[in-house]
């Protein structure tokens, strides 16, 4: 018999997976991952000139390998082939890129709000009231 991934029984659920299955399925999916990477990448190389589109830093075949393709929209499965979802950034760029992006996101990126949060809850309100209540009870005893 074949040791085909596919034609095997699925575990039931809560029920260990076979070791040889669940490696078998790891390098499946980092195959494919390579293979995808490969594609677009050697494609915006080809399109693209070997320079970063952030600071103008150029590559050669000896350093092209620190030459990384960005996605501008940040959709790794978004891979036109005319290439306009992508730009070259060298490392350092494409690493700045990523972490502004996430800044971006978060709503870190060091700028104010636009409309300052109001909030309608006074959580000392009738503090006073209490304290004042509170007090009396202790004068009368």
Not at 27 to 42: M, T
Request: aromatic letters at 6%.
């Amino acid at each position: 018999m074949g040791c085909d991934v596919m034609s095997r029984k699925k575990p039931s659920p809560g029920q260990p997976v076979e070791p040889s299955r669940l490696d078998q399925a790891v390098i499946k999916a980092r195959q494919d991952a390579d293979a995808r990477l490969k594609g677009y990448r050697q494609q915006s190389l080809g399109i693209h000139p070997w320079v970063c589109a952030r600071c103008g830093r150029e590559f050669t075949r000896k350093n092209l390998h620190e030459l990384t393709v960005h996605h501008k929209d940040h959709n790794h499965d978004n891979n036109p082939a005319d290439g306009s979802n992508w730009e070259n950034l060298c490392l350092y760029c494409h690493d700045n890129e990523h972490q502004r992006f996430v800044d971006r996101v978060t709503g870190h990126d060091g700028l104010a709000p636009a409309e300052p949060e109001v909030t309608t809850y006074k959580p000392f309100a009738d503090l006073a009231a209490k304290m004042g209540n509170k007090n009396k009870g202790e004068d009368e005893s």
